[in-house]
């Protein structure tokens, strides 16, 4: 049963940058395609973009010019920089699995993270 | 964007009772190459992450009660509870995966009447 656990601080400074990694346990992370979906306190759900086993990455462009999700095998984990972050990035951020036939349909998720953006 | 809308965004059933959530989205999420509808349901409970009910607009996923099901498509859908437990309190969500960014309706949040 593959397993997701998010990790990272969980207050960022305004203009600093949020890095947040997921662990992906009773699974290989080469396969299957890797997520970050974030719910800001109280609402609803944002995907933020994806990363595939082979390393190709999909931004929501709402993010686009801040986001860099990378991978790293070797410790089966997979990561998320969100630079220069404000109140708005405020939010549980969970990372996801999509199903082995559709990257965007999530059928694994960690337990998720809240990330508090303040001075 | 494809914007993803629900209705209602709040409902208040009683137990045993039948429960119907929409959802509407802003271009067509049928692929017409294998017919099939790129519509997920949700649902989340308090402090958890959302857990997948419903793929392909009426596929359930494993180990979900049968009184969940799905319907819909094209622009139209719908998650219907036939008969509802008090552990199916929670909010529902409706999520296209048809086209990036992925993108999930307001929420329904469903509650006890």
């Known amino acids: 049963q593959v397993q997701l656990q998010e990790s990272g601080p969980g207050l960022v400074k305004p203009s600093e940058t949020l890095s947040l990694s997921c662990t992906v346990s009773g699974g290989s992370i080469s396969t299957y395609y890797w997520s970050w979906i974030r719910q800001p306190p109280g609402n609803g759900l944002q995907w933020i973009g994806y990363?595939?086993?082979?390393?190709?990455?999909n931004y929501n462009p709402t993010l686009n010019s801040r986001v860099t999700i990378s991978l790293d095998t070797s410790r089966n984990q997979f990561s998320l920089k969100l630079s220069s972050v404000t109140a708005a990035d405020t939010a549980v951020y969970y990372c996801g699995r999509g199903y082995n036939w559709n990257a965007g349909a999530f059928n694994v998720w960690g337990q998720g993270t809240m990330v508090t953006v303040s001075s | 964007d494809i914007v993803m809308t629900q209705s209602p965004d709040s409902l208040a059933v009683s137990l045993g009772e039948g429960a119907t959530i929409n959802c509407r989205s802003s271009q067509s999420v049928l692929y017409s190459s294998n017919n099939k509808n790129y519509l997920a349901w949700y649902q989340q409970k308090p402090g958890q992450p959302p857990k997948v009910l419903i793929y392909?607009?009426?596929t359930r996923e494993s180990g979900v009660p049968d009184r969940f099901s799905g319907s819909g498509s094209g622009t139209d859908f719908t998650l219907t509870i036939s008969s509802l437990q008090a552990e199916d309190v929670a909010v529902y969500y409706c999520q296209q995966y048809y086209s990036t960014p992925y993108t999930f309706g307001q929420g329904t949040k469903l509650e006890i009447k």
């Open positions: 990363i595939s086993y082979s390393g190709s990455t």
């Open positions: 392909w607009a009426s």
